[in-house]
């Protein structure tokens, strides 16, 4: 139905920077927001950031805040998450979501998921 693509995952060094971008296609319309998950080995899978497709109001999650930027080109059906100052707690499997009824952070609440990308952080 909706179909989401992350790439840009890699490894880098800690203090180094690396974005990531979520292609979407499909049945798009009416969606209310995306967002960005992690989830490293052993742990559960935890909000990152999301952002509006309309208005493109942003919230971020404590961990990430004034590190990590999350936005969005419509046209492209896009969605982009810049890290910066990157810190090897931040390795894990990376997930774009969207969602569908609410802004929300909650994983469960999200509706259609990207298979994934790995960030890897050493140092």
């Known amino acids: 139905q909706v179909q989401l693509v992350e790439s840009g995952g890699g490894l880098v060094q800690a203090g180094g920077s690396l974005t990531l971008s979520c292609a979407a296609s499909g049945r798009t319309f009416g969606s209310v927001a995306m967002g960005w998950f992690r989830q490293a080995p052993g742990k559960e899978r935890e909000f990152v950031a999301r952002?509006?497709?309309?208005?493109?109001?942003?919230y971020y999650a404590d961990s990430v805040k004034g590190r990590f930027t999350i936005s969005r080109d419509n046209g492209k059906n896009t969605v982009y998450l810049q890290m910066n100052s990157l810190k090897p707690e931040d390795t894990a499997v990376y997930y774009c979501?969207?969602?569908?009824?609410?802004?929300?952070?909650?994983?469960?609440?999200?509706?259609?998921w990207g298979q994934g990308t790995q960030v890897t952080v050493s140092s």
């Open positions: 979501a969207a969602n569908i009824y609410y802004s929300g952070i909650d994983p469960a609440s999200y509706d259609y």
């Open positions: 952002i509006n497709w309309s208005g493109g109001s942003t």
